[in-house]
């Protein structure tokens, strides 16, 4: 093809028609414009095509981990509901200093004690963050990703691995000094009942753990399992609508 073009151009000249020339010299321009558009636009079509299947692979690796979590999430979320009734019924007990001693405190006295966490899919998100969300188009999944991280995740991550141990560390100490036969959220008995059930100090903290679960754990689940929950429709339907879009 070049070869065909330069053989009209030295025609052209050949026989001294400078005119014609020019004007075929202006449409060669013209058309290798016109070529080179082309190719951008074919390429910068193939890497949006690129990228949009990028997408969607990261969006639905987040919708399953973020799956994981939410059943993570619920179910701790009963298990700690389960753990302040019992406190409470615990609470309430000890208010009477006569009460008796009976096997079946053993499993009130257990849920005050033990560390309650799950462990959250966060780091599919810090890699994320790090390589560019803006490979996420859609401006409001976007906007609910980082929120969901950046404040309902990081909350429970400050709860686990900084409120949680400092509980323990006043929790500890006392159940290893007066309890036996632990099992931690479960069970523990008491070495000496009169002086555990009348020791202002344990009703402390029966006191302190009830209102630590129900604010950090309870609380924060009921907070962040909707947030899952919408963004995972919201991921649904996105994807949904690109499914269309591709057809």
């Not at 449409?27 to 990028?54: F, K, P, Y």
């Amino acid at each position: 093809m070049i070869k065909f073009f330069r053989h009209i151009r030295q025609r052209l000249i050949a026989e001294s028609r400078f005119r014609k020339y020019v004007v075929y010299a202006i449409g060669e321009i013209i058309l290798v414009v016109i070529g080179i558009l082309i190719a951008l636009q074919i390429n910068t079509w193939n890497s949006a095509h690129i990228q949009r299947g990028d997408e969607r692979k990261i969006l639905i690796e987040l919708k399953k981990g973020l799956a994981l979590d939410q059943q993570s999430m619920a179910l701790e979320l009963a298990i700690c509901e389960a753990a302040v009734e019992k406190m409470k019924r615990l609470q309430f007990l000890l208010e009477d200093k006569d009460y008796a001693y009976t096997i079946g405190l053993d499993s009130l006295f257990g849920q005050v004690y033990g560390i309650r966490k799950i462990f959250l899919n966060k780091a599919f998100y810090e890699d994320l963050k790090s390589s560019g969300l803006r490979i996420i188009d859609n401006d409001d999944i976007r906007l609910q990703i980082v929120q969901l991280f950046e404040d309902n995740y990081t909350e429970l991550y400050d709860i686990f691995n900084f409120a949680e141990p400092s509980v323990n560390e006043v929790t500890r100490p006392y159940y290893l000094a007066n309890f036996h036969d632990i099992d931690f959220k479960d069970l523990a008995t008491p070495n000496n009942f009169n002086m555990v059930w009348n020791d202002s100090y344990y009703h402390n903290i029966v006191d302190y753990r009830i209102i630590g679960v129900t604010s950090n754990q309870v609380d924060s689940y009921k907070r962040t399992l909707p947030a899952i929950e919408k963004l995972i429709n919201s991921i649904n339907d996105y994807l949904k609508l690109e499914s269309l879009d591709n057809d």
